[in-house]
C-alpha cells in the first residue's frame, strides 16, 4: 500500500463511504491535538513518507513514531523498509511523530544523532527527557560501530602490510619468510664452493 492508498482511505472515511478496518489501523497525534490515522497494513517507508507530506515535512527528512511513553519505534533503522509495519506498531494505539536531527560540524559527524524532537505544539518535559535519552543512546552505538569499523580496517591494513611480497635475488617475487629461507642455501653453496676452491689449491701444491 502506497502513500496514495493512505490518502484515498482518509477521504472515503471522511466521505462516510469507507471506515478502515479498526484491527490495522493507528492514530497520529501532532500539532496541538492534532491526529489522522494510519493503516499499518503499508510498508514501513510508505507510513514514513506519508506521515512527511501530511507534516509538510522536507522528503529528506529523518522521521520516527514514539507511543506516548516516548518509546521509539525505529522505523527509520528497519532493514527492511518495504513489509508490512503491523510487526512493529499495534493497532488502535496512539503514536506521536518525531523529527530526527542529525549531523554536526566536523568529519564523521554527518549521520550522529544531534536531537529528537517530537512535533507536538506543549510536548511534556517527561517526554522530552525521554526522547533525548534514546538520542544520547543511539548515538552511543553509533561511535561504538564507528570506531569497530575502524579497527577492523586497520586490522586489514596490518595484515596486509605483513604479507607483503618482496623480489628474491633469483628475481621471484617471494613473502619476507620465503627470501630468508632462501638465502640460508645460498650461504651453504659459498661455503661448497670455497671448499672445492681450496681442495683444488692443494691438489695443484701436491703436484
Known sequence: MSCTDLEDDEEQETSGEYVPSPSTIIYIKHGE???????????????L??????????????????????????????????DSATKLLLPQESYYIC?????DAGPGQEKSFRLIQPMLTTPSQQLLDTLQGQCAYLEKI????????????LLMSD?????????????RRTSGRASAEEEKPQKKDAKSV???????GKRERHR
Open 99 to 103: 523529527r530526527v536531527l542529525r549531523g
Open 194 to 200: 670455497k671448499s672445492k676452491t681450496s681442495d683444488l
Open 33 to 47: 491535538n492534532e491526529e489522522f490515522m494510519v493503516n499499518i497494513n503499508s510498508a514501513v517507508l510508505h507510513i
Open 159 to 171: 595484515s596486509m602490510t605483513v604479507s607483503t611480497p618482496t623480489v628474491s635475488p633469483h628475481g
Open 49 to 82: 513518507d506519508y506521515v512527511k507530506i501530511k507534516l509538510g515535512l522536507p522528503k529528506e527528512d529523518t522521521v520516527d513514531l514514539c507511543d506516548v511513553n516516548g518509546s521509539l519505534k525505529l522505523l527509520f533503522l528497519v532493514k527492511l523498509p518495504f
Open 142 to 153: 553509533r561511535l561504538r560501530m564507528l570506531k569497530q569499523k575502524d579497527s577492523k580496517k
